[in-house]
């Protein structure tokens, strides 16, 4: 575990780091409910990482709650995984809006709007290379900030590029909200069940390695707190009766652009104009002008590559994000 | 008559469906509707089935829909579509319309197959004049990939688990193509979306046909069928090129196959590019394997021979 | 006011009624005992006497989803159902409330298996009380006749747009041939008027969206904006109403009331058996008792208010339930009644009796006892049983179980 000296911003090291190791669980950081928020993205392992989290407070004889919040979105899409964990029995079943921590396993997904209702001592984890202090500045959060390059860390586990393992380890070892002995233990039980044993073995070595590599920075920057600008929804005596809807392609508005982890690159002097990739593009995503290919639109390319993948030449490949 | 089916053409037109849908990266339903709807040559009245298409394309207030569109429920758009073409034939009768529409049903093989399966028989012997378009990716995709009547023989979904007793889906799935043409109606087809210009052609025929008409289409899931979201025209292909998924049409009864691999793959050439069939590839299926062959060649005969059933 | 009587069964009159409004769909499936309505209406089709389309669907959740669609795409939609029938339409019912979708559908009241049993109770249309449907209960064919005539009326009321049922009793009304007094179709069309749709799924220059999926952030505004739909209904009801009984002389309350003004003990009951009644009210009344009747018309919208205030000063009030609500040891009518009274401080005796469930019998002389045992309420103090009875039930003695009747109604005849 690294920490951060801020220069020009207040820096200290909370107090329950210093006692996460011997001094496990929800009193470590002084409360006697932690509720926790995961963002990832539909098959990133958001809702596995809760549940592993879970599992692991249970051994250390917490009360807990591991939920997720069903939408319409399918895979690719942004999800929301959640936890209580408290010293005693957990009465409330409703959302959670004000949480203590929030951890965010996708680095595309850090916005402000992460930072919905994230208590003002509360910690932001974020899979990200970059330092706590590029991250707070980035969203303007004045807080507690623990990084960690969730994507080196499993390359080092030799391990598929899925943060959400990483990412506990952070969450554990920045917050102290649970040792590291009961995280290990329910991550090997639960990879092991489900994948075998040196599977479940690489997990935890990736428990350790987040362990030791999280950086943690505190910051309090009193220029940073922006008004939220959420827009208000209409009133029952403004919808449409029965719902129905008059703006033909309006989810037009709504940007899957974000989805993606990688991009087509179009190449126009290899293109032939076959249009293969405007047949079969799921996002209407290939855009042509008098039946030509011009490009991609990337508000609404979620980055799946059949385009690529059907193109009998090389006009089209599919690079990183980033 | 009509529009052309020229690729080119249809580019200057607006998508019947848009963009901003929540379905996964690499969905083929989406491309599947855009391709039927793309080969009307009128308005299209569109009715969905609840399912990832429906949940997925309509999230209030949004909608990707740039037609008239409803949903209902789940087992009911046959009869919902049905309900709307008697509408538009009587308002037609009364002179409160004038323009010529089709209408066109969208289900998944859980709405089709299983749950919708008496609607929709219902709508096509009464003669309502449909197009009825199952996207048939073989099991229940929006509920989190359970079996469903489509789901082949030995394949893994979360309620046909591949465990130390039983192994992936344990029947033959429901022919549901032969089931529909035994209501001699005047098109039923099979589609694949990795043939597309077969598809559009026969969507276009679907269109004409005198009465209620039916397209079933291969539908790859990229969760269900645990393959990339790049893949999915591919393992469409593939599933063509084994005669898995054969691609003809019965036009007035009359029953013709539209594509002809040009070399019969085995099987297993499917399997092992989809995480679904992946332990069929064990050495202790293979006499499973061999049993899904043998159906595999004996439904291609028969069809060659122009018996669907 | 030009009328005609003719000699029909309830079924045949909803049939005409039907015709009359000249629907472009109708949507059916047989049951017993709605089949006449559906076998009649087929007639008036092959003979070209009505132009409307009529699907004859493959079951009833089939029918009511050919109902929805035809409403979404412009279109005035009748259908007819009872008991399993309306029990198997039920999601989609549900579903036409929702889309705020007009439409009327006759419930010839029957009750729900098991056992099976195809005689009236009210169990099928009570089962969907909560669906957001306009519900009216008819005492006779003329009522069921002219209801169909009002409940379109309101039901495509633009600041209702709600569908609704017209609810009547198998067979003592579905199959009971009786004068009923007809409209011409001038009168009729120009009291319903013509078809305004409020969405229209066939207008292809403005392509709607029609059941979008609504989550928690949108949900609980629709079905506030529904409820918001039957308060309208129940505000307009009253004027359709008026304006019915200028068209046709018949004069409909949100209930019905028979000697009620000054009657201190009050019977209140849904459906025919509060016509036999009436019969029992005229003898009392000419004993020199002080009875009458209140029969709820519309079930939903329920005019709690008014009905309490009709209520307040009566000494004694029996509820007669044709359907059971299991375990709230209630009837549907028992809760609604005590509910309004408890709200409006109208402090009256209730008993309430469950009856008559898959047709059993309930003669004037059974109706006679009620009466009777309401007085024993006034005259004795005691407070009726805080459950419902279960009226002209077979008890078992004590010793095998059976429980000590509060009340034996034959007792009290004589």
Same mark, same amino acid.
């Given at each position: 575990m690294?920490t951060?000296?801020?220069?020009?911003?207040?820096?200290y090291v909370n107090k329950a780091i210093g006692s996460a190791m011997e001094s496990p669980g929800v009193e470590a950081i002084g409360a006697e409910l932690v509720e926790v928020r995961w963002?990832?993205?539909?098959?990133?392992?958001?809702?596995?990482?809760a549940?592993?989290l879970a599992?692991a407070a249970?051994?250390e004889g917490l009360w807990i709650q591991?939920?997720?919040?069903?939408?319409?979105?399918?895979?690719?899409?942004?999800?929301?995984?959640f936890n209580r964990i408290g010293a005693n029995?957990i009465?409330?079943?409703?959302?959670v809006?004000e949480p203590d921590v929030v951890v965010?396993?996708?680095?595309?997904?850090?916005?402000?709007?992460?930072?919905?209702g994230l208590k003002a001592e509360g910690w932001l984890v974020?899979?990200?290379?970059?330092?706590p202090?590029?991250?707070?500045?980035?969203?303007?959060f004045?807080g507690t900030v623990a990084?960690?390059?969730?994507?080196?860390?499993?390359?080092?586990?030799?391990?598929?590029?899925?943060?959400?393992?990483?990412m506990l380890g952070a969450l554990a070892a920045a917050t102290g909200l649970i040792q590291r002995?009961a995280l290990?233990?329910?991550?090997?039980? =639960?990879?092991?069940?489900?994948?075998?044993?040196?599977?479940?073995?690489?997990?935890?070595?990736?428990?350790?390695?987040?362990w030791?590599?999280v950086?943690i920075g505190h910051y309090?920057?009193?220029?940073?707190?922006?008004?939220?600008?959420?827009?208000?929804?209409?009133?029952?005596?403004?919808?449409?009766?029965?719902?129905?809807?008059?703006?033909?392609?309006?989810?037009?508005?709504?940007? =899957?652009?974000?989805?993606?982890?990688?991009?087509?690159?179009?190449?126009?002097?290899?293109?032939?104009?076959?249009?293969?990739?405007?047949?079969?593009?799921?996002? =209407?995503?290939?855009?042509?002008?008098?039946?030509?290919?011009?490009?991609?639109?990337?508000?609404?390319?979620?980055?799946?590559?059949?385009?690529?993948?059907?193109?009998?030449?090389?006009?089209?490949?599919?690079?990183?994000?980033? | 008559?009509?529009?052309?089916?020229?690729?080119?053409?249809?580019?200057?037109?607006?998508?019947?469906?848009?963009?901003?849908?929540?379905?996964?990266?690499?969905?083929?339903?989406?491309?599947?509707?855009?391709?039927?709807?793309?080969?009307?040559?009128?308005? &299209?009245?569109?009715?969905?089935?609840?399912?990832?298409?429906?949940?997925?394309?309509?999230?209030?207030?949004?909608?990707?829909?740039?037609?008239?569109?409803?949903?209902?429920?789940?087992?009911?758009?046959?009869?919902?579509?049905?309900?709307?073409?008697?509408?538009?034939?009587?308002?037609?009768?009364?002179?409160?319309?004038?323009?010529?529409?089709?209408?066109?049903?969208? /289900?998944?093989?859980?709405?089709?197959?299983?749950?919708?399966?008496?609607?929709?028989?219902?709508?096509?012997?009464?003669?309502?004049?449909?197009?009825?378009?199952?996207?048939?990716?073989?099991?229940?995709?929006?509920?989190?990939?359970?079996?469903?009547?489509?789901?082949?023989?030995?394949?893994?979904?979360?309620?046909?688990?591949? /465990?130390?007793?039983?192994?992936?889906?344990?029947?033959?799935?429901?022919?549901?193509?032969?089931?529909?043409?035994?209501?001699?109606?005047?098109?039923?087809?099979?589609?694949?979306?990795?043939?597309?210009?077969?598809?559009?052609?026969?969507?276009?025929?679907?269109?004409?046909?005198?009465?209620?008409?039916?397209?079933?289409?291969?539908?790859?899931?990229?969760?269900?069928?645990?393959?990339?979201?790049?893949?999915?025209?591919?393992?469409?292909?593939?599933?063509?090129?084994?005669?898995?998924?054969?691609?003809?049409?019965?036009?007035?009864?009359?029953?013709?196959?539209?594509?002809?691999?040009?070399?019969?793959?085995? &099987?297993?050439?499917?399997?092992?590019?989809?995480?679904?069939?992946?332990?069929?590839?064990?050495?202790?299926?293979?006499?499973?394997?061999?049993?899904?062959?043998?159906?595999?060649?004996?439904?291609?005969?028969?069809?060659?021979?122009?018996?669907?059933? | 006011?030009?009328?005609? !009587?003719?000699?029909? !069964?309830?079924?045949?009159?909803?049939?005409?009624?039907?015709?009359?409004?000249?629907?472009?769909?109708?949507?059916?499936?047989?049951? !017993?005992?709605?089949?006449?309505?559906?076998?009649?209406? %087929?007639?008036?089709?092959?003979?070209?006497?009505?132009?409307?389309?009529?699907?004859?669907?493959?079951?009833?959740?089939?029918?009511?989803?050919?109902?929805?669609?035809?409403?979404?795409?412009? %279109?005035?939609?009748?259908?007819? !159902?009872?008991?399993?029938? +309306?029990?198997?339409?039920?999601?989609?019912?549900?579903?036409?409330?929702?889309?705020?979708?007009?439409?009327?559908?006759?419930?010839?009241?029957?009750? +729900?298996?098991?056992?099976?049993?195809?005689?009236?109770?009210?169990?099928?249309?009570?089962?969907?009380?909560?669906?957001?449907?306009?519900?009216?209960?008819?005492?006779?064919?003329?009522?069921?006749?002219?209801?169909?005539?009002?409940?379109?009326?309101?039901?495509?009321?633009?600041?209702?747009?709600?569908?609704?049922?017209?609810?009547?009793?198998?067979?003592?009304?579905?199959?009971?041939?009786?004068?009923?007094?007809?409209?011409?179709? *001038?009168?009729?069309?120009?009291?319903?008027?013509?078809?305004?749709?409020?969405?229209?799924?066939?207008?292809?220059?403005?392509?709607?969206?029609?059941?979008?999926?609504?989550?928690?952030?949108?949900?609980?505004?629709?079905?506030?904006?529904?409820? *918001?739909?039957?308060?309208?209904?129940?505000?307009?009801?009253?004027?359709?109403?008026?304006?019915?009984?200028?068209? %046709?002389?018949?004069?409909?309350?949100?209930?019905?009331?028979?000697?009620?003004?000054?009657?201190?003990?009050?019977?209140?009951?849904?459906?025919?058996?509060?016509?036999?009644? *009436?019969?029992?009210?005229?003898?009392?009344? %000419?004993?020199?008792?002080?009875?009458?009747? +209140?029969?709820?018309?519309?079930?939903?919208?329920?005019?709690?208010?008014?009905?309490?205030?009709? +209520?307040?000063?009566?000494?004694?009030?029996?509820?007669?339930?044709?359907?059971?609500?299991?375990?709230?040891?209630?009837?549907?009518?028992?809760?609604?009644?005590?509910?309004?009274?408890?709200?409006?401080?109208?402090?009256?005796?209730?008993?309430?009796?469950?009856?008559?469930?898959?047709?059993?019998?309930?003669?004037?002389?059974?109706?006679?006892?009620?009466?009777?045992?309401?007085?024993?309420?006034?005259?004795?103090?005691?407070?009726?049983?805080?459950?419902?009875?279960?009226?002209?039930?077979? *008890?078992?003695?004590?010793?095998?179980?059976?429980?000590?009747?509060?009340?034996?109604?034959?007792?009290?005849?004589?």
């Open positions: 690294q951060e000296l801020g220069s020009g911003v207040d820096f963002h990832g993205r539909g098959g990133q392992g958001a809702v596995t990482g549940k592993i599992r249970t051994k591991a939920f997720s919040e069903f939408g319409p979105e399918r895979r690719g899409a942004p999800v929301l995984a029995e009465r409330t079943y409703a959302p809006e965010v396993i996708d680095p595309a997904l850090l916005e402000r709007a992460v930072l919905r974020v899979n990200t290379p970059f330092s202090r590029q991250v707070a500045r980035n969203v303007s004045s990084t960690l390059d969730a994507a080196a860390v499993s390359r080092e586990a030799s391990l598929p590029p899925l943060a959400n393992i990483p002995s290990e233990e329910a991550v090997f039980e =639960t990879f092991r069940a489900s994948l075998g044993e040196e599977t479940a073995r690489k997990n935890v070595r990736a428990v350790n390695l987040a030791s590599q950086r309090l920057d009193p220029g940073s707190t922006e008004e939220e600008n959420e827009c208000a929804l209409p009133s029952w005596q403004e919808l449409e009766p029965g719902g129905t809807l008059y703006q033909p392609g309006s989810a037009r508005d709504y940007l =899957t652009g974000m989805w993606r982890s990688s991009y087509p690159l179009f190449k126009r002097e290899e293109c032939n104009d076959c249009l293969r990739c405007w047949v079969f593009c799921p996002d =209407t995503s290939i855009m042509t002008n008098e039946g030509k290919v011009t490009g991609i639109d990337l508000q609404y390319c979620k980055g799946c590559g059949v385009c690529a993948a059907v193109c009998p030449r090389d006009a089209l490949k599919m690079v990183p994000e980033n | 008559m009509g529009r052309s089916l020229n690729l080119k053409e249809l580019t200057r037109e607006t998508p019947p469906l848009g963009p901003g849908h929540r379905l996964c990266a690499g969905c083929t339903a989406s491309a599947i509707v855009r391709l039927v709807l793309m080969a009307a040559d009128r308005p &299209v009245v569109v009715v969905n089935a609840t399912g990832c298409l429906e949940v997925a394309t309509t999230v209030y207030p949004y909608t990707a829909w740039n037609m008239p569109w409803m949903h209902n429920a789940f087992e009911n758009a046959a009869a919902t579509v049905s309900g709307i073409e008697a509408a538009y034939r009587v308002r037609m009768r009364r002179g409160e319309l004038r323009e010529p529409l089709y209408f066109v049903a969208f /289900g998944g093989d859980g709405g089709t197959y299983d749950i919708g399966l008496q609607s929709l028989s219902g709508a096509l012997e009464r003669g309502h004049r449909f197009v009825y378009v199952c996207y048939d990716n073989e099991a229940y995709m929006n509920t989190g990939i359970q079996r469903s009547s489509s789901t082949p023989l030995g394949s893994w979904t979360t309620t046909t688990p591949v /465990g130390s007793v039983t192994v992936g889906k344990s029947t033959r799935r429901k022919d549901l193509t032969a089931i529909i043409s035994a209501h001699r109606i005047p098109y039923v087809a099979q589609c694949a979306i990795s043939h597309h210009m077969d598809l559009m052609r026969k969507a276009r025929k679907a269109f004409d046909a005198t009465g209620p008409a039916f397209l079933n289409i291969l539908s790859p899931c990229v969760p269900g069928w645990r393959i990339e979201p790049s893949d999915t025209v591919r393992v469409s292909q593939m599933a063509v090129d084994t005669c898995f998924w054969p691609l003809f049409e019965c036009e007035e009864g009359k029953l013709r196959v539209t594509v002809q691999p040009k070399e019969k793959k085995p &099987v297993q050439e499917y399997f092992q590019i989809q995480g679904r069939y992946r332990h069929l590839l064990r050495p202790e299926h293979e006499a499973l394997v061999a049993k899904m062959q043998q159906e595999v060649d004996q439904d291609w005969q028969r069809l060659k021979e122009g018996r669907i059933l | 006011m030009q009328q005609e !009587t003719r000699t029909l !069964t309830g079924n045949e009159a909803v049939a005409l009624a039907t015709k009359q409004l000249r629907p472009h769909v109708v949507a059916a499936y047989p049951i !017993t005992p709605q089949t006449g309505i559906i076998e009649t209406f %087929s007639e008036y089709v092959s003979n070209g006497e009505v132009d409307t389309e009529l699907v004859l669907a493959e079951s009833e959740h089939s029918a009511m989803s050919i109902c929805v669609g035809a409403a979404a795409a412009g %279109s005035r939609v009748a259908t007819a !159902t009872s008991s399993q029938g +309306l029990a198997l339409m039920a999601e989609i019912v549900y579903i036409a409330a929702g889309m705020r979708l007009p439409m009327v559908m006759a419930v010839t009241n029957r009750a +729900l298996s098991g056992p099976l049993n195809i005689h009236c109770d009210h169990s099928d249309s009570m089962m969907v009380r909560d669906s957001g449907w306009i519900q009216i209960f008819c005492r006779d064919a003329q009522e069921a006749y002219d209801s169909i005539l009002i409940a379109t009326r309101l039901s495509e009321k633009q600041s209702v747009r709600l569908p609704a049922m017209v609810c009547y009793d198998g067979f003592f009304v579905s199959h009971n041939l009786t004068p009923v007094q007809i409209l011409t179709d *001038e009168s009729v069309f120009s009291f319903v008027g013509p078809f305004k749709a409020g969405v229209d799924l066939l207008d292809t220059l403005h392509p709607a969206t029609m059941g979008a999926l609504a989550l928690q952030n949108y949900y609980l505004e629709f079905k506030r904006a529904q409820a *918001e739909a039957m308060r309208q209904a129940l505000d307009w009801a009253p004027q359709i109403q008026e304006e019915f009984r200028l068209v %046709s002389g018949r004069s409909y309350g949100m209930f019905q009331q028979y000697r009620l003004e000054d009657a201190q003990l009050v019977l209140i009951a849904l459906g025919s058996v509060s016509r036999t009644a *009436e019969v029992v009210v005229d003898r009392l009344r %000419s004993a020199g008792w002080k009875v009458g009747i +209140l029969a709820p018309r519309f079930y939903r919208p329920f005019p709690r208010a008014e009905l309490s205030s009709a +209520l307040v000063g009566k000494r004694a009030i029996a509820v007669l339930d044709r359907a059971d609500s299991c375990g709230a040891f209630t009837g549907p009518l028992g809760l609604e009644v005590k509910s309004a009274l408890f709200d409006h401080g109208v402090t009256v005796p209730v008993w309430n009796m469950i009856y008559g469930l898959g047709g059993r019998n309930i003669t004037e002389q059974d109706i006679e006892g009620i009466f009777f045992q309401l007085l024993k309420i006034v005259q004795t103090g005691t407070a009726p049983p805080e459950d419902a009875d279960y009226f002209g039930v077979r *008890e078992g003695p004590a010793e095998a179980g059976g429980s000590q009747k509060w009340v034996e109604v034959s007792t009290l005849r004589n």
